[in-house]
């Protein structure tokens, strides 16, 4: 299994952008899938996760700007950032917990003030 990250770029604060996360293999045997980030210097942090049923979990940080979905049909895990912050900017990975725990390459995100 292989999951594939995209979506970040350079954007400027109170933009939004939609990261994906492409899984090699089917997501339906996932319990957890979920987004973390690592800002520069920093340990990599937890911002969002969702279960198999469909409940899902913030980091404070991001409560209410960020939405993070799954499609199982197509294998993907997305999350949605809006109202973009520079303290946002970060290394995005997207993780996936089934018989081991997986983890995709990052994508960068960076907000401009």
């Known amino acids: 299994v292989q999951l594939q990250a995209s979506g970040g770029g350079l954007v400027q604060a109170g933009e939004s952008l939609r990261l994906s996360c492409a899984v090699s293999?089917?997501?339906?045997?996932?319990?957890?899938m979920g987004w973390y980030r690592q800002a520069p210097g920093s340990a990599r942090m937890f911002v969002a996760a969702?279960?198999?049923?469909?409940?899902?979990n913030y980091a404070d940080s991001v409560k209410g700007r960020f939405i993070i979905s799954r499609d199982n049909a197509k294998n993907t895990l997305y999350l949605q950032m809006n109202s973009l912050k520079p303290e946002d900017t970060a290394v995005y990975f997207c993780?996936?917990?089934?018989?081991?725990?997986?983890w995709g390459q990052g994508t960068l995100v960076t907000v401009s003030s």
């Open positions: 993780d996936a917990i089934g018989s081991r725990w997986y």
């Open positions: 293999g089917s997501i339906d045997s996932f319990k957890l």
């Open positions: 969702i279960g198999s049923g469909g409940s899902t």
